[in-house]
């Protein structure tokens, strides 16, 4: 079974309506992100929570909100879809601690197509 | 202020020959540097990482990188392409300070490989 999972793994969608992105997790790991991905861009982080009481915006978190649900879990919300919110959606998890090399462990991502 | 470039958004090599992919990073602390790979329709996953012990990092796959501090470069390298080596490498640099987590991602290199 896949360390990280996402639902749904693909989503169509009209301008206007509310979407929901989840992520969980079983690896255990206190800190987990929502990047989303454009051709050409690389990926960009939306969000960011090192634990279940901590969120934080990432440099793209306009017209996006978070719920950290439990340490497993953690979805990503649009309140109000607009077309160039159309993007490959990943979600990462790692370590906590002050190590500087921590390396994140991807999901398999959602691709959203806003119309 | 961190940021990464990558030199390539595409590159095309033979099956058989060695594999460049360039990364040149600009960073106000001693950095954290990573490759990711992407294959289609898939997740990122972890090749390599820069630990600061070595400054030629080898990595799964075949693939290794050289720290250059002097250059501020960490190109990816392998020696003989495989089929399955045609992906999308991100190069990604650690943000801020060790206990912060966030990556910055390069723009990504895709590379194909011929037969």
């Known amino acids: 079974d896949a360390d990280v999972t996402q639902t749904p793994r693909n989503r169509i969608t009209k301008t206007g309506k509310r979407i929901m992105l989840e992520c969980s997790q079983t690896?255990?790991?206190?800190?987990m992100y929502w990047y989303r991905q454009d051709p050409g861009l690389g990926l960009r982080l939306i969000y960011y929570?090192?634990?279940?009481?901590?969120?934080n915006k990432g440099e793209i978190s306009d017209g996006y909100s978070v719920s950290r649900q439990a340490q497993a879990k953690f979805s990503l919300s649009l309140e109000s879809a607009i077309p160039n919110q159309t993007a490959l959606y990943f979600c990462?998890?790692?370590?906590?601690?002050?190590?500087?090399?921590?390396?994140?462990?991807f999901g398999p991502g959602t691709r959203l197509t806003v119309l | 202020a961190q940021s990464v470039t990558q030199l390539d958004s595409h590159v095309s090599v033979s099956e058989g020959t060695p594999v460049l992919l360039r990364c040149n990073y600009s960073?106000?602390?001693?950095?954290?540097l990573f490759w990711y790979v992407q294959h289609p329709n898939k997740g990122l996953q972890l090749l390599l990482k820069?630990?600061?012990?070595?400054?030629l990092v080898k990595g799964i796959n075949g693939f290794e990188a050289e720290f250059k501090k002097s250059e501020t470069s960490f190109h990816l390298t392998k020696p003989s392409a495989h089929m399955s080596d045609a992906a999308e490498y991100f190069c990604?640099?650690?943000?801020?300070?060790?206990?912060?987590?966030?990556?910055?991602f390069g723009q990504g290199t895709t590379l194909q490989v011929k037969p």
């Open positions: 990462a998890t790692s370590e906590a601690g002050t190590s500087s090399y921590n390396e994140q462990f």
């Open positions: 960073s106000s602390y001693s950095p954290s």
């Open positions: 929570s090192f634990d279940v009481k901590d969120i």
């Open positions: 820069y630990t600061s012990a070595a400054t």
């Open positions: 990604v640099v650690r943000h801020g300070s060790s206990n912060t987590g966030k990556l910055i």
């Open positions: 690896k255990g790991h206190d800190r």
